[in-house]
């Protein structure tokens, strides 16, 4: 699943471009753009992929993606009857650049909270409960209106965006530092990871999507994202085991098994080194917090 370059186009004389998306469901494919896009899930539940972090989504989210940080919101499917249904999706998407108002403004004193925002954003920001309550009637709000009107509540909206502090990054710093930084051949070997964690992943496949043998493969990819292939699988499928432990209706050993494990030792093994705890004590504090 290698990431698709989505090239946007500013619409002519607008700083930035908002619309209302109504759909069956998201489905679309993993992708990054030229532009940073502000998503604020009014309706929807299923998974979230930016950057290297897998998570759930629900009603309420609301996410800063950067430039180029490859992103993909997919929706669950429901069951009833014996039939697979998707249910009603409804979000709200804020594009624009950087420099939005010119190089010149963001450069400004005034300015220099948003610029830190836009910097942050690199990595994808999730925004806390009561940050993204207020985001998110912000973001409706700007629909009402046109022209210097809009603009300006566009830049109240990222003024307030910026001063939040409970915000929560998501992509890894050395993602960003490898995949963003445009690298074809670890993009490649990412994509083909996020396509096929599920399953059965081969070093061999890996290594001859980039025209290596395994030697060569395994010292670039060490080089380039300063772990093992197979440190940066685990995370990834832990990743996405945890998303599945948040479910009330998926068992730890059934989370292992969808993440790609067929050993239950091997999982919890690898669940404590890379969460800390146990997928056990993990359930236990998700619970308590909840």
Same mark, same amino acid.
């Given at each position: 699943?290698? !990431? ?16 209302? *998306?109504? $759909? ?17 899930? &009014?309706?929807?539940?299923?998974? $979230?992929?930016?950057? *290297? ?16 940080? /490859? ?25 624009? /650049?950087?420099?939005?108002?010119? &190089? ?7 300015? @220099?909270?948003?610029?830190? %925002?836009?910097?942050?954003?690199? $990595? ?9 309550? +207020?985001?998110?009637? @912000? ?10 009107? $809009? ?11 910026? %001063? ?11 993602? +960003? ?10 993009? =490649? ?11 059965? +992943?081969?070093?061999?496949?890996? !290594?001859?999507? +980039?025209?290596?043998?395994?030697? !060569? ?5 060490? =080089?380039?994202? =300063? ?13 996405? !085991?945890? @998303? ?7 068992? #730890? ?16 093994? &690898?669940?404590?080194? #890379? @969460? ?6 993990? &359930? ?7």
């Amino acid at each position: 699943m290698k !990431a698709n370059y989505h090239r946007l186009n500013n619409p002519i004389e607008q700083a930035f471009h908002i619309r209302k *998306d109504v $759909r069956e469901y998201f489905d679309d494919h993993w992708h990054f753009h030229n532009m940073l896009e502000l998503v604020y899930i &009014q309706h929807g539940l299923g998974s $979230r992929y930016i950057g *290297d972090s897998i998570d759930s989504f629900s009603d309420g989210e609301v996410i800063l993606v950067g430039a180029k940080l /490859p992103h993909v919101w997919k929706s669950n499917l429901i069951e009833t009857t014996g039939n697979i249904i998707h249910k009603k999706c409804i979000a709200y998407v804020i594009q624009f /650049p950087a420099d939005f108002l010119g &190089q010149n403004f963001m450069e400004l004193s005034e300015v @220099k909270p948003i610029k830190n %925002l836009i910097k942050l954003a690199e $990595r994808g920001i999730a925004f806390n409960n009561e940050d993204r309550k +207020v985001l998110s009637k @912000k973001i409706k709000s700007i629909l009402k209106y046109d022209g210097m009107e $809009r603009l300006i509540k566009f830049i109240d909206l990222l003024h307030y965006a910026s %001063l939040t502090k409970k915000h929560k990054l998501l992509a890894s710093p050395l993602f +960003v530092d490898t995949i963003v930084d445009n690298d074809p051949k670890i993009n =490649k070997i990412f994509g083909y990871v996020m396509d096929n964690f599920t399953e059965n +992943v081969e070093l061999t496949t890996a !290594a001859e999507l +980039v025209n290596m043998n395994k030697a !060569a493969f395994c010292r670039y990819f060490k =080089k380039r994202t =300063k772990k093992t292939f197979s440190e940066f699988l685990n995370e990834v499928r832990i990743g996405h !085991a945890c @998303k599945l432990i948040s479910q009330d209706n998926v068992s #730890i050993t059934e989370s292992a098994y969808l993440s790609g494990y067929n050993s239950p030792s091997y999982f919890y093994k &690898q669940f404590k080194n #890379i @969460k800390g705890v146990s997928p056990t004590e993990y &359930q236990s504090k998700l619970i308590q917090e909840s």
